[in-house]
C-alpha cells in the first residue's frame, strides 16, 4: 500500500525564520516522485518543489529545500526566510510512474510577523 | 501554461437536484483528468481518473452512478452530482495531466468547486 505520512498537524515560525516540515512515506515501488504542495486560504494547489526518486541530489527552489532521505522514506520540506505569504495549507505527495498521486494529511503553517 | 480552469467556483444547490463541474485545460491538452473531493481542513482524497474518450476509473468507496464524469475532449471533464445531498457538500478539485509532456507526472490543479446542498 502507499502511504503519506506527515506528523506535524499544525507548525508556526517567526517571519523571517527557517522552518521544516516533516513527511515520510510508503512504497514498494522503486521509481517514483516526490512533491511539496502549497494551498493558501484561496484553496489553490501550487506547486512548491519536486523531487524524482532517483536522483539524489536534494532539490531546491529558491527558499524551499528538501532533505530527501530514501532509505528512511522521508522527504521534508525546508522554508528558509519565511515570509507572510508561506501561511498556507502543505501537502506531501508521491507518485509511482503514470500513476495517481497519494496525498498527506498536510500542515498547517503560520508565519507569524 | 498549464491553466486548469473549473466552473463554477461556487454553487449552491437544493437536495435531490443534479449539479455539474467542468474542468479544463485551457492552454494544453489533457489525456487524464483526475477528480478529487476535500472535506474542511483535511487532505484531498481521489475520486476517479478519467481518460479522455473512456469510462472513468472510479476509486473504491466512490459511487459512479452519483458521481458521473465524462471526459468528451482532451480538454474537458464534467462532473454530474447526481440527486445531490447536504452530505455531498464539499470541496471538489480537478486536475489535468498534459498529453506528451516530458514529465509525464506532473499535474496542474484547478482553483476548485465548492458545493453547498441545501
Known amino acids: 500500500a502507499q502511504t503519506v505520512t506527515q506528523s506535524q498537524p499544525e507548525m508556526s515560525v517567526q517571519e523571517a525564520e527557517t522552518v521544516t516540515l516533516s513527511c515520510t512515506y510508503d512504497?514498494?515501488?522503486?521509481?517514483?516522485?516526490l512533491f511539496w504542495y502549497k494551498q493558501p486560504p484561496s484553496r489553490q494547489m501550487i506547486l512548491v518543489i519536486r523531487q524524482e526518486a532517483y536522483k539524489q541530489q536534494n532539490a531546491t527552489e529558491n527558499r524551499f529545500s528538501v532533505n530527501f532521505q530514501k532509505a528512511a522514506k522521508s522527504f521534508s520540506l525546508k522554508i528558509s526566510d519565511s515570509q507572510l505569504g508561506d501561511t498556507a495549507m502543505y501537502f506531501c505527495a508521491f507518485i509511482v510512474t503514470g500513476n495517481q498521486f497519494y496525498f498527506g494529511t498536510g500542515t498547517s503553517l503560520t508565519v507569524i510577523p | 501554461g498549464a491553466v486548469v480552469s473549473q466552473h463554477p467556483s461556487r454553487v449552491i444547490c437544493k437536495s435531490g437536484t443534479s449539479v455539474k463541474i467542468e474542468c479544463r485545460s485551457l492552454?494544453?491538452?489533457?489525456?487524464?483528468m483526475f477528480w478529487y473531493r476535500q472535506f474542511p481542513k483535511k487532505s484531498l482524497m481521489l475520486m476517479a481518473t478519467s481518460n479522455e474518450g473512456s469510462k472513468a476509473t472510479y476509486e473504491q468507496g466512490v459511487e459512479k452512478d452519483k458521481f458521473l464524469i465524462n471526459h468528451a475532449s482532451l480538454t474537458l471533464s464534467t462532473l454530474t452530482v447526481t440527486s445531490a445531498h447536504p452530505e455531498d457538500s464539499s470541496f471538489y478539485i480537478c486536475?489535468?495531466?498534459?498529453?506528451?509532456?516530458?514529465?509525464?507526472?506532473?499535474?496542474?490543479f484547478g482553483p476548485g468547486t465548492r458545493l453547498t446542498v441545501l
Open positions: 512504497t514498494s515501488e522503486s521509481n517514483y516522485y
Open positions: 492552454d494544453f491538452q489533457a489525456t487524464t
Open positions: 486536475s489535468a495531466r498534459e498529453w506528451g509532456r516530458r514529465e509525464v507526472n506532473e499535474q496542474f
